[in-house]
């Protein structure tokens, strides 16, 4: 047996991430585990870890990913929590701060692809780990010493998804009274993990769902498991209009994303759905201290704040760049979005929650009698924004290229005329009535590219423009 593990272990925005088999195995497993138990010994946080898993292949079972994660914890002195089904990342997120937790590991790759799996860690507070953590593990991992294989065990598993839905819905009639509901709406699990706490949710607040696609999947049925791509929107969009939803939602496998489309299909993007319930919040007497939002969001968000009179919070992009935000404020709620598909409040979990924008959503359609539609028409008076997202696939060679920004002086020869250049996360250009951002995955050989104006035919060209240049 060598001294160590050998293996590379990459944190990006949101946890390390590699190809089941190859850049994510055993290996790379044991390696971070060993990394957090080193680190929760030395600064003596609570030695109780809550671990959950998506459906993923590997996952479950006794000789699967999530008892080898808490049979490496076990044998290191630590009481472990594992969840008895496959669970949604707030559903962890939340339940490690209920049980006064020191933290909680996470087995998935998000929205990324079935071939993928990935492990992410979030703190004390439910918030994905911050930056200088994940270093800290991804140095220790990196030259941590091999061990034996783990051996099977029956580890003690728990259900989370009852006691979370309790939660979020206690949560919800504090501040609402016990809500008038609307329904029914569409919810299309992709196969991830999403079902089972919508059936309690419906349960709690007496919500009526029409399931799709609930059966966890290891493949994820074949179907895209990113909730925000055009593919699935059209998709949900059908459903809800075929059934006379109110509206419908999707999520990725581990249902911290969600995107939603309106009774008549079309979507709303999470900046839009975040902001109409803002200004629900705001309008209804609900003391508001401001929005957080990431480099990468729409400026709608902006926009909103600087109407209301309420802070703006703008950050790098990844959901634990909140974490300060939600717990330095104590004049009001805070909410937070991702263009990506990721809110939360700063009442309920810290991290990135797929069912509280949907909940809330009903909610409000429910207490006002006004569709979604009617409640996104009323965000104009904001202004005209039109946001577009897409990603290439580079070289490594490429990737470094753009990352260190060597070709900068190229990109922005195609842009034109422009502004401030911003280097907070990526690299961000303002133009005239508008701006683009490019920046580099932590974990997967792309680029995302991101560009907001005041005309959708003025982003088209922007990106248009500036995706060859960056392929050069």
């Known amino acids: 047996m060598s001294d160590c593990t050998k293996v590379h272990v990459q944190f990006g925005t949101s946890g390390h991430r590699g190809i089941i088999g190859d850049t994510f195995t055993t290996a790379h497993v044991d390696a971070i ?35 080898q994660v808490a049979t490496r914890l076990i044998q290191a002195g630590l009481r ?42 979030n703190v004390a507070n439910g918030a994905p780990a911050p930056a200088a953590l994940t270093t800290d ?16 065990v029956d580890g003690q598993t728990v259900s989370f998804v009852e006691a979370f839905a309790h939660r979020l819905v206690s949560a919800i009639n504090d501040r609402f009274g016990r809500p008038k509901i609307a329904g029914p709406i569409v919810v299309d699990h992709r196969h991830g993990t999403s079902a089972q706490t919508w059936r309690a949710l419906g349960a709690a607040l007496g919500l009526d ?70 200004q629900y919040w705001v309008n209804h007497g609900h003391g508001l201290a401001g929005v957080a939002t990431t480099v990468a969001s729409s400026g709608l968000v902006q926009a909103f704040c600087q109407y209301h009179g309420c ?24 909410f937070a979005v991702e263009s990506s598909g990721g809110v939360s409040a700063s009442w309920h979990t810290y991290e990135k929650c797929g069912f509280l924008p949907a909940v809330l959503m009903a909610v409000i359609v429910g207490n006002t009698g006004q569709s979604v539609a009617q409640h996104r ?31 900068l002086t190229h990109v922005l020869s195609v842009l034109g005329k422009h502004g401030a250049v911003n280097r907070v996360d990526g690299i961000k250009v303002s133009l005239d009535n508008g701006w683009v951002l490019w920046r580099c995955s932590g974990t997967e050989p792309v680029v995302r590219v991101y560009s907001e104006g005041h005309t959708a035919n003025q982003v088209s060209q922007w990106l248009q423009a500036i995706v060859p240049a960056l392929q050069q």
């Open 311 to 334: 802070a703006y919070y703008e950050t790098a992009v990844g959901f634990k760049h909140f974490s300060p935000v939600f717990e330095c404020e104590q004049a009001g709620t805070v």
């Open 209 to 278: 769902i029409i399931h799709c696609h609930a059966e966890p999947r290891s493949d994820f049925g074949g179907l895209d498991p990113n909730p925000v791509s055009e593919s699935v929107l059209a998709t949900v969009g059908d459903t809800v209009r075929a059934a006379g939803a109110i509206f419908g939602v999707a999520h990725d496998p581990d249902a911290d994303r969600f995107a939603i489309v309106d009774a008549d299909g079309v979507a709303c993007s999470p900046e839009q759905i975040c902001i109409i319930i803002a």
């Open 137 to 152: 593990i991804q140095t220790i991992a990196n030259t941590a010493p091999s061990q034996a294989p783990v051996l099977p």
């Open 80 to 121: 472990v929590q594992v969840s008895d089904q496959p669970v949604p990342t707030p559903v962890v997120s939340d339940t490690i701060r209920a049980q006064g937790a020191g933290l909680g590991i996470m087995l998935t790759a998000s929205h990324n692809p079935p071939q993928y799996n990935g492990l992410k860690i």
């Open 377 to 407: 028409d009323t965000l104009s008076r904001y202004g005209s924004f039109f946001f577009r997202e897409t990603a290439i696939t580079v070289s490594d060679d490429q990737k470094q290229r753009i990352a260190s920004g060597d070709n």
């Open 33 to 67: 585990v060993y990394a957090v138990v080193q680190i929760i010994r030395k600064k003596a946080w609570p030695k109780h870890v809550i671990v959950g898993y998506d459906c993923r292949t590997g996952n479950s079972g006794k000789t699967g990913y999530a008892m």
